[in-house]
């Protein structure tokens, strides 16, 4: 895209996420993937007992509490930042990471959902997955220099979305 924008004037927006996560606040739209991966959704079907024990991949790594750490932006975060980029297309081309900047561990978000649900979230330690680095939190700065803002700063904040979709659409799109 870069050397489109250079060659030809093709103006893009690149915005690479970091663990999107949550749900639409009024309830409309949450996430329901088959076979589900992401672990905010995970964590709360655990916590439900709608899955078995999640599976934590290694508790050795370099961080406070020996898991991976992980930076969650809320999906209507990321609207938002479609809707700024779109905006700035007029004067070029924008490539953001798009952020809290904040980094969560996996407790963490076990801990979270805990908190947001009153709910144990039962889970074992496996080994680590080959290639999982330790920490991955974004520089959204670009982004914020241009004027965008996450309004979901606090990871239970998302998460109480998230788990507040989940419990009224227990089967998902599906049910």
């Known amino acids: 895209m870069l050397w489109a924008g250079q060659v030809h004037g093709l ?3 690149s915005l690479r996420y970091f ?3 949550g749900a639409d606040p009024a309830g409309r739209l949450g996430e329901d993937h088959r076979p589900e991966s992401h672990l905010v959704p995970l ?3 655990a916590a439900l007992g709608r899955r078995p024990p999640l599976e934590v991949f ?3 790594y370099p961080t406070p509490d020996g898991t991976c750490i992980r930076d969650y932006v809320h999906v209507t975060d990321l609207a938002d930042a ?3 980029a779109l905006r700035h297309l007029e004067q070029g081309s924008v490539t953001w990471n798009l952020g809290n900047g904040l980094g969560h561990s996996v407790l963490d978000v076990i801990a979270s959902v805990e908190r947001i649900s009153g709910l144990r979230v039962p ?3 496996a080994p680590r997955r080959a290639g999982d680095a330790a920490v991955l939190v974004a520089s959204s700065d670009k982004a914020r220099q241009a004027g965008w803002r996450p309004s979901f ?3 239970d904040a998302i ?3 998230a788990f507040a979709w989940r419990q009224a659409h227990p089967e998902g799109y599906g049910g």
């Open 43 to 45: 964590v709360i079907d």
């Open 11 to 13: 103006r893009s927006a």
């Open 82 to 84: 479609h809707l700024l």
């Open 153 to 155: 700063g606090e990871l």
């Open 159 to 161: 998460v109480g979305t």
């Open 19 to 21: 663990n999107a996560a």
């Open 123 to 125: 889970y074992r330690i």
């Open 58 to 60: 290694g508790n050795d």
